[in-house]
């Protein structure tokens, strides 16, 4: 199967590899999760894919329907729900533990998260303008974005500005993915990755965490592992 897991970013430490030097490492909680629904590309939904619960939660933070659906697993409501689509037929049961064994062997992670909200930004903060001169003459515009005038739609006749302009508005707590963190570490005891990098998300958030899709792995670099 393609390796995929829910899990939680529990924080970040570091870890010393072969050579004695500092790696940097995310630590991700990952499962353990239930396959709750199997798709195959014969049956009404058209593809290959598994789908996983994980958080089991009591039955007040979730709803009928999505109780249904992870009672026909065998299991209690989930709080999280997640999809991994397969290249072939899936080899998983419903009702399945997936745990990070599944990531044995594999080099390169991504990880999907939801960024930190920073609420309401300027420009500065928010697209990392250079704001006005700072020197005699400049008051109280010193972070500010500037004349608009020149983006606006129809310049002369309109002030509406064009879309896409960059301007002070709501920054973060959007989907965020970074790719092709080297997988240094994986506790089977514990259910946990320990991932290179920072990765998206406070501590305690949902992430999700695959088999990188664009890393591209030379052989000799395996042979030395």
């Not at 995929?4 to 353990?32: F, H, N, S």
Request: one cysteine or more; hydrophobic letters at 35%; a positive charge.
């Amino acid at each position: 199967m393609t390796p995929a897991l829910l899990g939680k970013k529990i924080g970040m430490t570091r870890v010393y590899d072969e050579k004695g030097a500092i790696v940097p490492v995310t630590v991700v909680q990952a499962g353990p999760c239930t396959v709750t629904q199997v798709k195959s590309l014969e049956g009404k939904d058209g593809y290959n894919a598994i789908q996983f619960g994980f958080d089991e939660c009591k039955a007040k933070f979730s709803t009928q329907p999505l109780m249904g659906h992870a009672a026909k697993a065998g299991v209690g409501p989930q709080r999280h729900f997640a999809e991994a689509r397969q290249n072939g037929a899936p080899v998983q049961e419903l009702g399945a533990t997936l745990t990070v064994n599944i990531f044995e062997g594999v080099v390169f992670v991504d990880v999907i998260g939801t960024s930190k909200g920073k609420g309401f930004a300027g420009v500065m903060k928010r697209h990392h303008f250079g704001g006005q001169c700072a020197s005699h003459g400049t008051e109280r515009k010193h972070r500010s974005p500037g004349s608009i005038a020149s983006r606006a739609t129809w310049r002369g006749q309109s002030g509406k500005p064009k879309k896409g302009v960059r301007m002070a508005g709501h920054m973060g707590a959007e989907q965020v993915t970074t790719r092709n963190h080297p997988l240094v570490r994986i506790d089977l005891e514990n259910n946990l990755l320990l991932i290179k990098g920072a990765v998206p998300g406070p501590n305690g958030g949902l992430v999700y965490v695959r088999k990188s899709k664009t890393a591209r792995i030379r052989v000799a670099d395996v042979k030395k592992k």
